[in-house]
């Protein structure tokens, strides 16, 4: 089997998050929306997606690297996938029922443990619930969960076809 095709779906999800990236630095700098915690954290998982995309885009990785590369990035897409659904899930709650709004990130770490600062973020504040910017009626975490479902699809398609080329390579023996 040749794996240069495993090459460029690794770099074609590695252009799509980078571009997605971009974006994303470009809504915060360039129109000057002001991400919360839980936008941050999506863009962590993204850009972790991007790193581990274009690593084993490059790296040439044999068949059983190629799991563990697909596992990472798929991984890292069901993690931003789960805060996305998380806050379009406290979007459509109520503004008066959302959260008080607390102290900022670095104050909460340094001030509260790990565990209960990443509970605090994850439970959302008013700012995960305002819709700041809409594109074809769709929020910004609407259109990032849709991202993380479309690449969790495509490491889908790859592990498919990594386990279905091998099951005929087994075949042909």
């Not at 972790?48 to 790296?59: D, K, R, S, T, W």
């Not at 509260?112 to 619930?129: I, N, P, R, Y």
């Not at 991202?147 to 495509?154: D, K, N, S, T, Y």
């Amino acid at each position: 089997m040749s794996l240069a095709p495993s090459r460029s779906l690794f770099f074609l999800a590695f252009m799509a998050g980078a571009l997605t990236l971009a974006g994303s630095f470009y809504l915060e700098f360039g129109a000057s929306l002001r991400p919360c915690f839980l936008c941050q954290m999506q863009r962590v998982f993204l850009a972790a997606f991007v790193l581990i995309n274009l690593v084993a885009a490059f790296h040439n990785p044999q068949r059983s690297t190629l799991y563990w590369y697909g596992t990472a990035s798929m991984g890292c897409a069901v993690l931003g996938a789960i805060t996305a659904v998380r806050q379009v899930l406290l979007q459509n709650v109520a503004p008066d029922q959302a959260s008080d709004c607390w102290p900022s990130l670095h104050y909460m770490i340094e001030n509260l443990s790990f565990w209960q600062a990443l509970q605090l973020t994850v439970k959302g504040t008013v700012d995960c619930v305002e819709i700041n910017w809409t594109l074809f009626d769709l929020s910004l975490p609407e259109w990032s969960l849709l991202f993380f479902v479309a690449m969790l699809i495509l490491g889908i398609m790859q592990f498919s076809r990594l386990f279905f080329s091998q099951r005929l390579h087994l075949t042909r023996r």
